[in-house]
């Protein structure tokens, strides 16, 4: 895909707010559609690699603490372990959640939909300059007295 190029200081005068919202809302909306085509909302998504990363270990509580703080929605966590559950895909012992076999095949089809996604959006742009990006944005985040350190 061929980008129009502008002059620098055209582009530096850009507001980032601007940008950060277009780019939010694309990349957001791809993976929300991508998740979808499994019947998976992102906060499924986050329960499913949470809870394959550390089999045995989370108990709903304790991810529920470690997911709310990327909630947007005002979500009732307990209302997807529920659905994750009567899909037959977690299960819980002595309080501790783990993925059964459809819940790793379910969990494996949305990552290589998201693996898609992911491909789409970094298309065309080298390592060093998401990284220099990501940089950039991480410096603004702590220049306005938010975190920027990684989740």
């Given at each position: 895909m061929t980008i129009?190029?502008?002059p620098r200081e055209q582009?530096?005068?850009?507001?980032?707010?601007?940008w950060?919202?277009?780019?939010n809302e694309l990349i957001i909306g791809s993976i929300r559609a991508a998740?979808?085509?499994?019947?998976?909302?992102?906060?499924?998504?986050?329960i499913l690699n949470h809870?394959?990363?550390a089999p045995g270990e989370w108990t709903r509580a304790a991810l529920t603490a470690r997911l709310s703080p990327f909630d947007r929605q005002g979500l009732d966590f307990e209302v997807i372990?529920?659905?994750l559950t009567a899909r037959g895909w977690v299960t819980q012992a002595d309080g501790r959640l783990a993925l059964t076999e459809a819940g790793e095949a379910g969990r494996r089809r949305a990552a290589a939909r998201s693996q898609k996604v992911h491909q789409r959006t970094h298309g065309g742009i080298e390592t060093d300059e998401y990284v220099a990006g990501?940089?950039?944005?991480?410096?603004m985040i702590s220049n306005l007295g938010g975190n920027s350190d990684l989740p």
């Open positions: 129009r190029e502008y582009l530096a005068a850009q507001p980032i707010g601007y950060t919202g277009v780019a998740l979808g085509e499994e019947e998976l909302t992102q906060p499924h998504w986050w809870v394959a990363g372990y529920a659905d990501l940089n950039v944005l991480r410096r």
